[in-house]
């Protein structure tokens, strides 16, 4: 029978919850949407995996959701000497595109487009927000900070940038190939990772060309800025709160929810 009820339950899917009897337990326990994480997994993993969803929903004769995620713009660290350092609070840390190895003074950041955008007074957050960075002065290959809350900085941690738009498209080369991949497979979703403005959904859109709708995932301060825009351009929204509250201060992020929801 049809779930008499308005709100859906999206499921994502990994190694624990790949087989047959599994996802046919989930979906008949209350799933109405899986979700395929493009950021882990091979395409031919991602491939068997809707191939079985596909197969449960004819078997049971029922429509079942299917959303590709897409991974979006990955901003990591490079590498360091020892493997990590220890950053403490008021000292001294420079980011920049030097790519021998970094220490206890500097790392590299590989991505010129941050240099570009940033300007002294906004913060770098390192590893999920644990490790929040001031920019003190910087230029078009470097960022000298002070370490504002410290803690253990790693080989290829993430880096965010919440105080300024990164001149970024949301689909990287990888997530163009892989929305070309879902498509091809028939998924009914594709959701897009690190939204900034209207611009990034229509892009996707083009790409899609009508095989899969859009779905836009607020995670992002300029995201929230431009929310009617975004709004506007897609087919719909997921408030990403766990990037949403490494990016803005946690308390923020529900009265943020129920307006965009509103």
Known sequence: MKRSRNVKIVATLGPASETYDTIRALFEAGADVFRLNMSHGTQ????EKHAIIRQVEQDLDRSIGILADLQGPKLRVGVFAKGEENLV???????????????LSRVCLPH??????LEPGAHLLVNDGKIRLKVVSCGADFADCEVVIGGIISNRKGVNVPDVVLPLAALSEKDRADLEFACGLGVDWLALSFVQRAKDVFEAKGLADGRAAVLSKIEKPSAVERFSEI??????????RGD????????AVPPIQKRLVR
């Open 112 to 117: 010129p487009e941050i240099f570009a955008a």
């Open 244 to 251: 949403l509250g490494v990016e803005l201060p946690v308390a």
């Open 231 to 240: 709004l506007d351009a897609s087919d719909g929204i997921m408030v990403a």
């Open 44 to 47: 031919a993993e991602i491939a």
């Open 89 to 103: 609070p008021g000292a001294g840390f420079r980011m920049d595109l030097d790519t021998t190895e970094g220490d």
